[in-house]
Protein backbone atom coordinates (compact mmCIF):
# COMPACT_ATOMS: atom_id res chain seq x y z
CA UNK A 1 0.00 0.00 0.00
CA UNK A 2 1.54 3.39 -1.01
CA UNK A 3 0.85 6.96 -1.00
CA UNK A 4 2.35 8.49 -3.91
CA UNK A 5 2.47 12.38 -2.84
CA UNK A 6 3.45 15.19 -5.23
CA UNK A 7 3.27 19.13 -4.36
CA UNK A 8 3.80 21.03 -7.20
CA UNK A 9 4.07 24.98 -8.05
CA UNK A 10 2.79 26.15 -11.12
CA UNK A 11 3.58 22.76 -13.20
CA UNK A 12 1.42 20.43 -15.25
CA UNK A 13 1.78 17.16 -12.87
CA UNK A 14 -1.13 15.63 -14.98
CA UNK A 15 1.20 13.89 -17.35
CA UNK A 16 3.68 12.00 -14.59
CA UNK A 17 0.47 11.65 -12.51
CA UNK A 18 -1.22 9.34 -15.37
CA UNK A 19 2.16 7.53 -15.98
CA UNK A 20 2.17 6.43 -12.32
CA UNK A 21 -1.78 5.96 -12.18
CA UNK A 22 -1.04 3.39 -14.91
CA UNK A 23 2.05 1.31 -13.31
CA UNK A 24 -0.06 0.95 -10.28
CA UNK A 25 -2.81 -0.13 -12.12
CA UNK A 26 -0.56 -2.65 -13.79
CA UNK A 27 0.44 -3.99 -10.69
CA UNK A 28 -2.46 -4.23 -9.02
CA UNK A 29 -1.20 -2.10 -6.16
CA UNK A 30 -3.38 -0.52 -3.68
CA UNK A 31 -2.39 3.33 -3.72
CA UNK A 32 -3.53 6.47 -3.14
CA UNK A 33 -1.67 9.99 -5.45
CA UNK A 34 -2.71 13.00 -3.80
CA UNK A 35 -1.21 16.67 -5.74
CA UNK A 36 -1.09 19.90 -3.73
CA UNK A 37 -0.15 23.26 -5.76
CA UNK A 38 1.57 25.39 -3.38
CA UNK A 39 -0.33 28.48 -4.14
CA UNK A 40 0.67 29.58 -7.43
CA UNK A 41 -2.68 29.83 -9.22
CA UNK A 42 -1.43 29.16 -12.00
CA UNK A 43 -3.34 28.73 -15.08
CA UNK A 44 -2.12 25.01 -15.36
CA UNK A 45 -3.87 23.84 -12.72
CA UNK A 46 -6.81 23.87 -15.20
CA UNK A 47 -4.45 20.37 -16.63
CA UNK A 48 -3.96 19.34 -12.82
CA UNK A 49 -7.61 19.06 -12.09
CA UNK A 50 -7.99 16.76 -14.56
CA UNK A 51 -6.19 14.63 -11.92
CA UNK A 52 -8.98 13.98 -10.25
CA UNK A 53 -10.04 11.44 -13.11
CA UNK A 54 -7.46 9.52 -12.15
CA UNK A 55 -8.41 6.33 -10.33
CA UNK A 56 -7.55 6.78 -6.42
CA UNK A 57 -5.73 10.41 -7.58
CA UNK A 58 -6.71 13.96 -5.67
CA UNK A 59 -5.64 17.12 -7.25
CA UNK A 60 -6.05 19.99 -4.54
CA UNK A 61 -5.13 23.83 -5.57
CA UNK A 62 -3.43 24.74 -2.29
CA UNK A 63 -4.74 29.09 -1.49
CA UNK A 64 -1.76 29.81 0.25
CA UNK A 65 2.10 29.70 -0.40
CA UNK A 66 3.61 27.68 2.59
CA UNK A 67 6.43 26.38 0.89
CA UNK A 68 7.73 23.19 -0.10
CA UNK A 69 8.84 21.50 3.17
CA UNK A 70 5.65 22.71 4.61
CA UNK A 71 4.25 21.82 1.48
CA UNK A 72 5.69 18.37 1.57
CA UNK A 73 4.73 17.66 5.69
CA UNK A 74 1.11 18.50 5.04
CA UNK A 75 1.09 15.56 2.15
CA UNK A 76 2.61 13.60 4.84
CA UNK A 77 -0.26 13.87 7.62
CA UNK A 78 -3.04 13.53 4.35
CA UNK A 79 -1.18 10.09 3.62
CA UNK A 80 -3.98 7.13 4.49
CA UNK A 81 -0.31 4.35 4.00
CA UNK A 82 2.48 4.36 5.90
CA UNK A 83 4.85 3.92 2.64
CA UNK A 84 5.20 7.23 1.25
CA UNK A 85 7.03 7.91 -2.57
CA UNK A 86 7.66 11.66 -2.91
CA UNK A 87 7.92 12.77 -6.15
CA UNK A 88 8.60 16.45 -7.07
CA UNK A 89 5.99 17.38 -10.24
CA UNK A 90 8.71 17.93 -13.16
CA UNK A 91 10.01 14.77 -12.94
CA UNK A 92 8.90 11.67 -15.29
CA UNK A 93 9.73 8.09 -14.49
CA UNK A 94 12.55 6.78 -16.43
CA UNK A 95 11.29 3.48 -16.92
CA UNK A 96 7.88 1.48 -17.70
CA UNK A 97 8.97 -0.53 -14.40
CA UNK A 98 9.63 2.52 -11.77
CA UNK A 99 6.83 1.40 -9.57
CA UNK A 100 7.36 -2.12 -9.39
CA UNK A 101 11.25 -1.42 -8.53
CA UNK A 102 9.83 0.39 -5.22
CA UNK A 103 6.83 -2.40 -4.77
CA UNK A 104 9.36 -5.24 -5.00
CA UNK A 105 11.36 -3.42 -2.12
CA UNK A 106 8.51 -2.13 0.03
CA UNK A 107 8.69 -4.72 2.73
CA UNK A 108 12.82 -4.43 3.20
CA UNK A 109 14.06 -3.63 6.52
CA UNK A 110 15.22 -0.12 5.40
CA UNK A 111 13.64 3.57 6.09
CA UNK A 112 14.35 5.08 3.21
CA UNK A 113 15.46 3.99 -0.67
CA UNK A 114 16.52 6.68 -3.48
CA UNK A 115 15.62 5.93 -6.51
CA UNK A 116 17.99 8.58 -8.09
CA UNK A 117 17.98 11.26 -10.78
CA UNK A 118 19.10 11.23 -14.52
CA UNK A 119 19.30 13.45 -17.50
CA UNK A 120 18.28 13.65 -21.36
CA UNK A 121 20.34 14.98 -23.97
CA UNK A 122 17.43 16.20 -25.49
CA UNK A 123 16.65 18.45 -22.70
CA UNK A 124 19.77 20.05 -22.93
CA UNK A 125 19.95 23.87 -23.53
CA UNK A 126 22.58 26.18 -23.26
CA UNK A 127 20.90 28.54 -21.43
CA UNK A 128 20.10 25.59 -19.13
CA UNK A 129 23.76 24.26 -18.92
CA UNK A 130 24.80 25.21 -15.25
CA UNK A 131 21.70 22.77 -13.71
CA UNK A 132 22.30 20.46 -16.98
CA UNK A 133 25.72 20.31 -16.26
CA UNK A 134 25.28 19.78 -12.59
CA UNK A 135 22.80 17.52 -12.79
CA UNK A 136 24.59 15.16 -14.97
CA UNK A 137 27.59 15.30 -13.13
CA UNK A 138 26.92 15.50 -9.61
CA UNK A 139 23.59 14.12 -9.36
CA UNK A 140 23.56 11.21 -12.27
CA UNK A 141 25.42 9.14 -10.04
CA UNK A 142 25.10 5.00 -9.78
CA UNK A 143 23.60 3.56 -6.36
CA UNK A 144 26.59 1.42 -6.08
CA UNK A 145 28.44 4.92 -5.81
CA UNK A 146 25.67 6.66 -3.78
CA UNK A 147 25.73 4.08 -1.22
CA UNK A 148 29.21 3.77 -0.30
CA UNK A 149 28.46 7.31 1.44
CA UNK A 150 24.58 6.61 2.07
CA UNK A 151 23.87 10.36 3.17
CA UNK A 152 25.93 12.29 0.75
CA UNK A 153 24.22 12.34 -2.37
CA UNK A 154 20.69 13.02 -0.75
CA UNK A 155 18.25 14.27 -3.85
CA UNK A 156 14.48 14.42 -2.59
CA UNK A 157 13.09 14.63 -5.89
CA UNK A 158 12.45 10.61 -5.89
CA UNK A 159 12.24 8.40 -3.02
CA UNK A 160 10.39 6.07 -0.76
CA UNK A 161 10.14 6.50 2.80
CA UNK A 162 8.39 5.30 6.29
CA UNK A 163 5.72 7.92 7.17
CA UNK A 164 6.92 8.18 10.81
CA UNK A 165 10.60 8.43 9.78
CA UNK A 166 9.84 11.28 7.44
CA UNK A 167 7.25 12.87 10.40
CA UNK A 168 9.79 12.73 12.88
CA UNK A 169 12.29 14.12 10.42
CA UNK A 170 10.74 17.32 8.54
CA UNK A 171 8.65 17.84 12.01
CA UNK A 172 11.91 19.60 13.04
CA UNK A 173 12.56 22.36 10.34
CA UNK A 174 9.99 24.11 7.80
CA UNK A 175 11.82 26.70 6.10
CA UNK A 176 10.82 27.92 2.78
CA UNK A 177 14.30 28.29 1.73
CA UNK A 178 16.03 26.38 -0.63
CA UNK A 179 18.53 23.83 -0.30
CA UNK A 180 16.80 21.27 2.37
CA UNK A 181 18.43 18.04 1.06
CA UNK A 182 21.36 19.35 2.84
CA UNK A 183 19.44 19.39 6.29
CA UNK A 184 17.08 16.14 5.35
CA UNK A 185 20.33 14.15 4.48
CA UNK A 186 22.01 15.49 7.84
CA UNK A 187 19.08 14.38 9.79
CA UNK A 188 19.15 10.98 8.00
CA UNK A 189 22.60 10.37 9.65
CA UNK A 190 21.67 11.90 12.86
CA UNK A 191 19.00 9.76 13.40
CA UNK A 192 20.60 6.67 12.03
CA UNK A 193 18.22 5.97 8.98
CA UNK A 194 19.25 2.82 7.04
CA UNK A 195 19.25 4.31 3.79
CA UNK A 196 19.70 2.33 0.07
CA UNK A 197 20.34 3.52 -2.78
CA UNK A 198 18.63 2.46 -6.08
CA UNK A 199 18.98 2.56 -9.84
CA UNK A 200 15.64 3.87 -10.38
CA UNK A 201 15.71 6.80 -11.32
CA UNK A 202 13.49 9.52 -12.95
CA UNK A 203 14.74 12.12 -15.50
CA UNK A 204 14.13 15.81 -14.31
CA UNK A 205 12.25 17.78 -17.07
CA UNK A 206 11.87 21.06 -15.71
CA UNK A 207 15.50 22.32 -15.70
CA UNK A 208 15.67 25.90 -14.31
CA UNK A 209 17.43 29.08 -16.81
CA UNK A 210 21.44 29.30 -15.12
CA UNK A 211 20.13 32.81 -13.55
CA UNK A 212 17.51 30.78 -11.85
CA UNK A 213 19.82 28.09 -10.86
CA UNK A 214 22.19 30.29 -9.15
CA UNK A 215 19.80 31.89 -7.61
CA UNK A 216 17.96 29.41 -5.91
CA UNK A 217 21.83 27.63 -5.41
CA UNK A 218 22.78 31.16 -3.28
CA UNK A 219 19.66 30.48 -1.28
CA UNK A 220 19.91 26.90 -0.49
CA UNK A 221 23.60 27.91 0.95
CA UNK A 222 22.00 30.86 2.88
CA UNK A 223 20.01 28.27 4.38
CA UNK A 224 22.69 26.10 4.99
CA UNK A 225 24.63 28.77 6.74
CA UNK A 226 21.48 29.54 8.73
CA UNK A 227 21.37 25.56 9.88
CA UNK A 228 24.70 25.73 10.57
CA UNK A 229 24.74 28.69 12.80
CA UNK A 230 21.73 27.95 15.07
CA UNK A 231 23.09 24.32 15.86
CA UNK A 232 20.87 22.16 13.53
CA UNK A 233 23.19 20.54 11.37
CA UNK A 234 25.83 18.26 14.16
CA UNK A 235 26.32 15.20 11.92
CA UNK A 236 26.39 15.39 8.14
CA UNK A 237 28.20 14.55 5.11
CA UNK A 238 27.92 18.23 3.37
CA UNK A 239 31.57 18.87 1.72
CA UNK A 240 30.93 22.47 1.08
CA UNK A 241 29.86 22.69 4.99
CA UNK A 242 33.33 20.52 6.30
CA UNK A 243 35.42 22.95 3.86
CA UNK A 244 33.52 26.23 5.21
CA UNK A 245 34.01 24.88 9.02
CA UNK A 246 37.75 24.00 8.65
CA UNK A 247 38.36 27.63 6.74
CA UNK A 248 36.99 29.20 9.93
CA UNK A 249 38.37 27.29 12.38
CA UNK A 250 42.16 28.08 10.64
CA UNK A 251 40.83 31.42 10.36
CA UNK A 252 41.10 31.67 6.72
CA UNK A 253 36.95 32.60 6.34
CA UNK A 254 38.43 36.20 6.08
CA UNK A 255 40.44 35.59 3.25
CA UNK A 256 37.51 33.26 1.91
CA UNK A 257 35.17 35.93 1.24
CA UNK A 258 38.26 39.29 0.58
CA UNK A 259 38.55 36.61 -2.61
CA UNK A 260 35.13 36.10 -3.16
CA UNK A 261 34.60 39.51 -3.69
CA UNK A 262 37.22 40.34 -6.15
CA UNK A 263 36.70 37.57 -8.35
CA UNK A 264 32.64 36.92 -7.77
CA UNK A 265 31.67 38.72 -10.81
CA UNK A 266 34.20 36.91 -13.42
CA UNK A 267 33.10 33.49 -11.93
CA UNK A 268 29.82 34.44 -12.56
CA UNK A 269 29.86 35.52 -15.95
CA UNK A 270 30.86 32.37 -16.37
CA UNK A 271 28.33 30.30 -14.69
CA UNK A 272 25.52 32.30 -16.24
CA UNK A 273 27.48 31.34 -19.63
CA UNK A 274 27.17 28.51 -22.12
CA UNK A 275 30.10 26.56 -20.86
CA UNK A 276 29.69 26.83 -16.99
CA UNK A 277 32.72 25.06 -15.21
CA UNK A 278 31.41 23.09 -11.64
CA UNK A 279 35.02 24.28 -10.06
CA UNK A 280 34.06 27.69 -10.17
CA UNK A 281 30.60 26.63 -9.10
CA UNK A 282 31.93 25.06 -6.11
CA UNK A 283 34.23 28.41 -5.42
CA UNK A 284 31.61 30.30 -6.10
CA UNK A 285 29.22 28.44 -3.24
CA UNK A 286 32.33 28.31 -0.81
CA UNK A 287 32.92 31.95 -1.24
CA UNK A 288 29.27 33.18 -1.04
CA UNK A 289 29.02 30.70 2.69
CA UNK A 290 32.37 32.64 3.48
CA UNK A 291 31.02 35.86 3.13
CA UNK A 292 27.45 35.67 5.33
CA UNK A 293 27.07 38.06 7.69
CA UNK A 294 27.67 36.89 11.12
CA UNK A 295 23.54 36.92 12.05
CA UNK A 296 21.22 34.81 10.17
CA UNK A 297 17.99 33.33 11.23
CA UNK A 298 16.09 30.64 9.11
Do not use: W
Request: proline share 3%.
Amino acid sequence: MLSILIPTYNYNAYPLAKELEKQALFLNLPFELICIDDGSFSPLNEENQRINTLTNCKFIEGQKNIGRAAMRLKLAKMARYNKLLLLDADVKPSSDSFLKMYSDIISKKFDVYFGGFAYSHEDYDPKKSLRYTFGKQREEVSAQVRNQNPYKIIISANFLIDKETYMSIMGENLSKSYGMDYFFGAMLKKKKAKVLHLDNQVLHKGIDTNAEFLNKTEKAVENLYALNENKQIQEHSISLLKTYNLLNALGLKGMCSFLFGKTSHRIKNNLLGSSPNLILFDLYKLGYLCSMPKKNSL
